[in-house]
C-alpha cells in the first residue's frame, strides 16, 4: 500500500493536471499506471529517510506523509518540466523528510512505531598496561628527582 493513492493525488491537484501528465497515449485519461509508478517512487525516497527512526510500514499513514508523498509523486509525473512551484514543493518535502530522519521533527507515531535506538556506540576494552611506574621492565637509569 502506498502513502498516497491516486484519489489523494486527484483531490490535491486536480484531475486535469494529472490526465496532463499521465496520458501518454492522449486518451483523455489518467493513466493509472504511471500514477501508480511515480506513487511507488515517492514511497521509496520517503522511506529512505524515515526508517532510520521509524519501523516500516506504518500502521496507520499519518497525514503529513501523505501529503508529502503526494508532492514527492507529483515532482515525478512533472520529470524535467517541473515548475517553480512544484520544484519548491519538492524541496520543501525533502528537507522534511531530513528533519525526520536527524530527529529534529517527529510524525506524531507512538512509540511503537520508532526504532529502538542504540545509546554509546561501540565499546572497546583495552588490555592490561605493559610497562607501569614500578614493574619489572622499568629501566634502570632511575627517574627525573634522582638528577
Excluded: C, H, W
Excluded at 528533519?99 to 535506538?117: C, E, F, P, Y
Excluded at 592490561?128 to 634522582?146: A, K, M
Amino acid at each position: 500500500m502506498t502513502y498516497a493513492t491516486q484519489q489523494d493525488l486527484i483531490d490535491r491537484f486536480g484531475a486535469d493536471e494529472l490526465t496532463q501528465l499521465t496520458d501518454r497515449t492522449n486518451s483523455g485519461t489518467i493513466d493509472a499506471a504511471v500514477i501508480a509508478k511515480a506513487l511507488a517512487d515517492a514511497d521509496d525516497e520517503i522511506n529512505s529517510y524515515v526508517a532510520t527512526r521509524y519501523t516500516l510500514p506504518f500502521a496507520t499513514t499519518p497525514n503529513v506523509v501523505k501529503r508529502i508523498a503526494g508532492d514527492i509523486a507529483r515532482y515525478f509525473l512533472y520529470e524535467d518540466r517541473a515548475t517553480d512551484q512544484v520544484t519548491k514543493r519538492y524541496e520543501d518535502a525533502i528537507k522534511f523528510l531530513k528533519s525526520v530522519a536527524s530527529g529534529g521533527v517527529t510524525l506524531g507515531l507512538d512509540a511503537a512505531n520508532q526504532v529502538a535506538t542504540q545509546s554509546g556506540g561501540p565499546d572497546f576494552k583495552a588490555g592490561d598496561r605493559v610497562f607501569t611506574t614500578g614493574s619489572p621492565n622499568q629501566g634502570t637509569e632511575g627517574t627525573l628527582d634522582d638528577y
